[in-house]
């Protein structure tokens, strides 16, 4: 090559590598997110929150749902959109005050995508309008409260539950103590808390509905050890079937002492999902045999798979009924992660808020290991409701009534289904 024809090719590279830098670049992202983005940088992970109770009396409830968040993060590698996956918590407990400053913690952290919880109805609705308010999207795998989806009562922009409304739960739970154990008349007890209160009604509704007498409606605090009042109470019209819809340790109370109250002999006890615990048998004693438990069930190859997972990852099997809908409300918020994440050549990741709430409201047949899910608004005026309902992904089809046996009582668990809607 001569000096001449060297020194022009040489020419011609500088002035291409010049053109280059000065020529038009990509834009800079701008977020026009109605509620704004959440912004990750290339060496950042993609920060995900719980909100549980993972102490006290309900604890078993945060751990089954934590443990499912965990395994739904090993399914994807620890990975999303190329981003580690970083899993905080707060523990919310099952009250008001602790899902507020749960939800007040999180609500602080701008890095948060959004957030698996609350475990019990009371901490939600204590913590729905700040979540909401701090642009998050929350998806609970076990409040089940109908009023907190419902537009007008508890709903707030940004809520969802992959787990059953108990207008399905309570309806499921009348139907079999009126059709399948020929009750015609019951009482309720329920603890004050908008998931029990709630849940209690819809079954008095519906038992009221298909033709029997409800003849009592009352209510324990929290805390209390002594139930003999108002078991003494109900026992006045000795009622076919007794329903309370509470928590350990109030309802392992009165269970203990219904032997001791005369009038309730023959009448059949039956808990909820509140109860559905792998300590509960144990901790109520020899009176728990025979009685009935309204709650989830799951079946299926590939909820048999989870719990091979889970007996790998944690040992043993877990210790509620919630775990599946949490694995299901984890892999809803990463698909839609996925959707509207907008990635950047050098790994930058920017999520918008709204953009993430729309992405899971169109959620639509997502095969989930507790059925087919769907999150777009549902019409429960069949039920009475007359006011639209928005965020249940779930259809109600994983219920199912179990009945405890002397082996729940030295230790197995869970106990047996015997029956399903």
């Known amino acids: 090559m001569s000096k001449r024809i060297f020194l022009i090719a040489s020419v011609l590279i500088v ?55 965990e395994i ?25 005050e602790g899902g507020q400053t749960a939800a007040t913690k999180v609500a602080a952290d701008p890095t948060i995508v959004g957030v698996i919880g609350t475990n019990c109805s009371s901490a939600a609705t204590a913590a729905i309008e700040t979540i909401s308010n701090a642009g998050l999207v929350m998806l609970s795998p076990s409040n089940t409260a109908p009023a907190l ?35 015609r008349t019951a009482a309720t007890i329920h603890d004050g ?6 849940l209690q009604q819809v079954f008095a509704a519906r038992f009221k509905e298909l033709g029997g007498e409800i003849t009592f ?10 139930m003999r009042a108002i078991l003494t109470t109900v026992a006045a019209d000795q009622p076919d079937v007794l329903y309370f819809p509470i928590f350990e340790p109030e309802g392992d109370f009165i269970v ?27 901790n109520a004693g020899p009176n728990v045999v025979g009685m009935y438990l309204s709650g989830p069930y799951v079946t299926g190859a590939a909820y048999d798979e989870f719990l091979a997972k889970w007996d790998k990852k944690f040992g043993g099997v877990p210790p509620s ?33 709204q953009a993430l709430r729309d992405a899971i409201t169109a959620t639509s047949g997502y095969k989930g290991l507790t059925g087919t899910l769907d999150c777009g608004d549902d019409d429960y005026s069949a039920f009475g409701i007359d006011k ?22 030295n230790g197995n668990w869970p106990p047996p289904v015997v029956y399903t809607p």
């Open 217 to 226: 409606q009352g209510a324990v605090n929290v805390g209390d050890t002594d």
């Open 15 to 69: 002035a291409s590598m010049v053109l280059a830098a000065c020529g038009p670049k990509k834009p800079a992202f701008e977020c026009t997110d109605a509620i704004g983005c959440v912004d990750i940088a290339p060496d950042e992970p993609v920060h995900i929150a719980y909100m549980l109770t993972v102490s006290g009396a309900t604890a078993f409830l945060g751990e089954d749902s934590k443990g499912a968040i």
């Open 256 to 282: 203990a002492q219904s032997s001791e109250i005369a009038g309730l002999e023959n009448t059949v006890l039956m808990g909820a999902d509140g109860l559905l615990a792998d300590s509960f048998p144990e």
């Open 321 to 353: 009924g919630f775990h599946a809908f949490a694995y299901d409300a984890t892999n809803i918020l990463f698909n839609a992660i996925e959707k509207v994440a907008v990635v950047e050549d050098d790994g930058t990741v920017h999520i918008g808020r």
């Open 193 to 198: 808390s908008p998931y029990a209160d709630q």
């Open 149 to 183: 989806t419902i537009e007008g009562e508890t709903w707030q922009p940004g809520y969802f539950r992959v787990c059953h409304t108990d207008l399905f739960q309570g309806r499921v739970a009348a139907d079999f103590a009126y059709n399948e154990l020929g009750a």
């Open 388 to 409: 639209p309902s928005h965020g249940d992904c779930s259809t109600g089809e994983a219920l199912g009534i179990f009945q405890i046996t002397e082996e729940e009582l």
């Open 72 to 96: 739904a993060i090993d399914d994807r590698g620890g990975k999303l959109l190329g981003h580690d996956i970083l899993l905080t918590g707060e523990d919310s407990l099952c009250s008001a």
